[in-house]
């Protein structure tokens, strides 16, 4: 049981590149969530998709778009990377636990934009 | 204001030491409550949720207090191991479901 899984772990683009984040669950969960987490700003939700075939913008969407491909698999899209993406990308997805909706994270992806 | 605020930290504390992180929240229709831990350049994890009776997980003790929307994470005898940062989570369901973590506290255990 892998639990939420991504990829790529590290990324360097330039600006102006595009490159899509990776992220899969074997949980079951029908919920999974991007984040970003930058120093001193905690997690910032940038989309989520409460279930297959919806998703739904967050805190931070602008310059993102994303992709429920199906029940495990919740990517992220870089159309035209700029520098103000440097940042640490978090997948989760949630699930019921001891009767609270309870969120569970990937590794994390570490992307630096030049 | 930040819907979930916590003490700044960081907290630097010796090896035995007891610590306490406090943790407030704005929003009356908040339902459930978490702790997580986050290593260094790791992904936050669940370390306990939060019960209106309190809850006891070994050397941690979670509170929450509804009528001050507090929340409160102690740590008793701390090792060194339980360096990180403790994030403070708060789900609330009005204008639909929502997720909202704190920045987090740095803490420090030193030997």
């Known amino acids: 049981n892998a639990g939420v899984t991504q990829t790529p772990k590290f990324q360097v683009l330039k600006t102006g590149q595009s490159m899509t984040l990776q992220c899969a669950q074997d949980m079951n969960h029908n919920s999974m969530y991007w984040y970003r987490q930058d120093p001193g700003m905690g997690l910032r939700l940038i989309y989520y998709s409460a279930s297959e075939g919806t998703t739904d913008k967050g805190e931070v969407p602008n310059g993102y778009n994303v992709s429920r491909l199906n029940k495990r698999e919740f990517s992220l899209r870089l159309e035209s990377a700029a520098p103000s993406q440097t940042s640490v990308y978090f997948c989760?997805?949630?699930?019921?636990?001891?009767?609270?909706?309870?969120?569970?994270f990937g590794p994390g992806t570490r992307l630096l934009v030049l | 204001r930040k819907e979930v605020e916590q003490d700044p930290g960081p907290f630097n504390v010796p090896e035995g030491a007891t610590v306490a992180f406090n943790c407030t929240y704005s929003?009356?229709?908040?339902?459930?409550f978490f702790w997580y831990r986050q290593d260094c350049r790791k992904e936050p994890k669940l370390l306990m949720s939060?019960?209106?009776s309190g809850n006891e997980d070994g050397r941690f003790t979670a509170q929450l207090n509804r009528a001050s929307q507090y929340i409160s994470l102690l740590i008793r005898d701390s090792k060194l191991s339980d360096s990180a940062t403790y994030l403070c989570v708060v789900n609330k369901v009005t204008g639909g479901f929502k997720t909202i973590f704190g920045a987090g506290t740095r803490l420090f255990v030193k030997a």
């Open positions: 939060v019960y209106s």
């Open positions: 929003n009356s229709a908040s339902q459930s």
């Open positions: 989760a997805s949630s699930g019921h636990s001891g009767g609270a909706e309870t969120q569970y």
